[in-house]
């Protein structure tokens, strides 16, 4: 029995061994993974450089420059040289910065009431490796902006109203006869039918500006369905959609506005007179609206994308709201699917 | 041996000379050869032909009629008053929509559909404003007050107002409509007041208190 037992004994020393070597082998292998987990788990930043533009409320026009060559193993030195120019040549800089791992510049130019127009920030970007010995980054980057500028909000529904300092309002009054704005049906001098009415509003930088400006608007795509089935013939994609200058406030001083433009519109759907009762129509629209400088060219505005969603369905009382589809009938800024469901 | 260099100098010197002389003839020749363009045309002058070639084109009101409201509209927004007297013989020139020419479709309302969006003239006169009202006096006062250029004319008339009012600083004590439709109605009993006729004078009467009732304003066509 002792010699089994000792035997036993030999074989349980026997046995024992491998499993520390292999706890130790296990303990070196994690240690590399964690090491490794550890490495990969240090911030890592990719090296970027870029130009930006901006226009104060007082039209002072700022640009900027940005070299960034930001790491934490190595020596890194960032470059910047920026440059802002004017649509009249007025210039400011190059300014030059330099600093470790990241360099920004900066660049301005004062309002001046006879400079209109598009504004331009050129910047030349390096980066130098001390360890490496050589050049990491050698670009440039540019941005623009424009005096003035104009920023395009949307306002619909939730019971607002147009604007009091909008001079078109007493003319939207006339076509449709109401001040609201939204999903309604509207009576006036207009089409009485169904409507998602919307006011763009366009606030000017400066605010002081006493210049006026062009609306653009594009039909982006518009889809119409008798229920589910898509009608073609009412299909548009990328027109443009009908300027009504009597329905724009394009003066940014006018009614104390004191900086704002503004347009309405008021995409709608009728049915024809032909049309049985329980007849569904749903229209589908995304739009892009911008102001451009009168000589209807220069943008100096965002891209502004509102979409309209309308569903009717006839009635022997007129075209009646259909409100089978969840956030139909409504206006919004962005985009919407232009399927009959959203789907 | 100077005396060469002196003249070598001195034929440099002239050669120099000749060679600025005709830089300068270089220079001038597009001077010269250009005529000028006369203060009459400016771009705007230019482009204030070719819109009235377009209007005034009775070929293109059949064959592009999109272009000739899109010329009207754009005198509309010129301001141009010489232009009245060719936007006021188009008053009942009309957008035709797709339901208009085929009543089967449905209306797909892309714009308002209003009165002056459906007759073009009468939007460029509403922009061109105050100085468009004595020819639409005329056009009252001469035309049957049921015939579809009266009409256009009246409702040119009432925008012209509520454009007049826009533009101008709201009265806080009256509401916008009350100001503006008395003010369109007034005028019209005005000139009913200085027409040259008693027909003239019935007809720019019977204007002025269809204003003032504001009838017809809802479909004036």
Redesign the interface.
Known sequence: MKGALAMNSIQETETERPRWRSFVSTLQRAAVVLALALCTALPSYAFSWYSGAAVGSDGTVYGWGVTDVTTYSMYHVAYVWVTLTSPKGRQCGPVYASWQNSARGDVALTFDPSDFGTYFVQSTNKGFCHAGGGWIVNGSSGAQTTVPYVTLTLRTGNNNTVSTDN?????Y????NTYILGYFRS?????H?W?TAVEIVGQVTPNTYTGTFTFHRT?VAQR?YHDTVELT??RKDNVA???????EDL?PQ??GSNGKIYDLD??????????PPGYI?R?RVNFNQWVTLPDGVTQVSNNLLWYSRLSIVTSTNGDQAQQDIPNDNQAATGSTKITWNFQ | MPGSEGRTTMKHQARIVDGLCALVALLAIPWIGHARPSPQETPRSVEREKLLATIRDPGLRESDPDRVMQAMQRLGMMKDTGAIDDLIPLLTFRRLYPEDKDPSLARDEDDSRSSPRRFPAIEALVLIGRPALPALVRVIGASDPDALESKCALEAVRWIFLEIYESGTPDPEKSRQQVWWSEAARYLAQAASEAPSPEAKERLRLGAEKLKHREDYKRPY
């Open positions: 001079d078109k309002r007493e003319a009054y006339q076509e449709l009576g006036g001098s207009a089409d039918v409507r039909i119409v013939q009412y959609d009908g300027v009504e200058p009597l329905l003066n006018s009614g008021a995409p709608g759907f009728g049915s024809a007179p032909s049309d129509y229209k």
